[in-house]
């Protein structure tokens, strides 16, 4: 069964708008949470990641926040640019062995 | 210049023809994976090895094989039992441990076979 649990498959959001996608997991012992992109034909790079003794975590325009209780967390992309198209997944793992992946969000930003 | 380099980037073969995909990294960490990525099915790990001459079967480990004899190398072998092997295929590597598991993608290598 899927670990990890991604919505929305597909997201359209305006130029300047706010992107957000969201994940929950089950295993409780998940211990980080990384989000990664991926451009057509590419492997997907790491974006931004948290653990889960953090509720937040801002790097430039991209926000993770973390819901321990509710076993969620999401993707906040702040001023969305046409750049920012692309697809976008979620993973969990323990202690950095087997990663856990969403299946991904398709994001197209319109101009 | 640091990274993971996989080749080739695009491969064909016949079916019934086993084919090995290559993987190296210079990160010099301990950890390295295999995923297929189809659409719409996000990555599904197919092997992975935490240290070198040792390895563990993933999610989808049946049709495939890998080797792991030196640190910066990690193969993946098609085989001519994989019922479905046209995907993208990705590499990782993560140091675990030291609190960082940042995992690293190479660029991938698109099989199709036909």
């Known amino acids: 069964q899927q670990q990890v649990k991604q919505s929305p498959q597909s997201l359209i959001v305006q130029k300047g708008g706010i992107s957000i996608i969201n994940c929950a997991y089950e295993n409780t012992a998940f211990d980080y949470f990384p989000w990664y992109q991926q451009f057509p034909g590419k492997g997907p790079a790491l974006l931004i990641a948290i653990r889960p003794d953090v509720s937040e975590k801002k790097e430039g325009r991209f926000t993770i926040s973390f819901n321990k209780s509710a076993k969620q967390f999401s993707l906040h992309i702040m001023d969305s640019q046409p750049g920012d198209s692309a697809t976008y997944f979620c993973?969990?793992?323990?202690?950095?062995?087997?990663?856990?992946f969403g299946t991904g969000t398709s994001l197209t930003v319109i101009p | 210049d640091g990274g993971i380099t996989q080749s080739p980037k695009y491969l064909f073969r016949k079916e019934g023809q086993n084919v090995t995909l290559s993987c190296e990294q210079n990160?010099?960490?301990?950890?390295m994976y295999w995923y297929r990525q189809d659409p719409g099915q996000g990555l599904r790990l197919i092997y992975y090895s935490q240290i070198v001459n040792d390895f563990q079967k993933g999610d989808i480990a049946e049709g495939y094989s890998v080797s792991r004899e030196k640190k910066e190398s990690f193969p993946l072998t098609v085989t001519s039992a994989q019922k479905n092997p046209t995907a993208f295929y990705l590499c990782?590597?993560?140091?675990f441990g030291g609190g960082t598991n940042e995992q690293y993608f190479g660029p991938g290598t698109r099989l199709t076979v036909t």
């Open positions: 990782a590597s993560s140091n």
């Open positions: 993973a969990a793992s323990i202690l950095g062995n087997q990663f856990y």
């Open positions: 990160l010099n960490h301990d950890a």
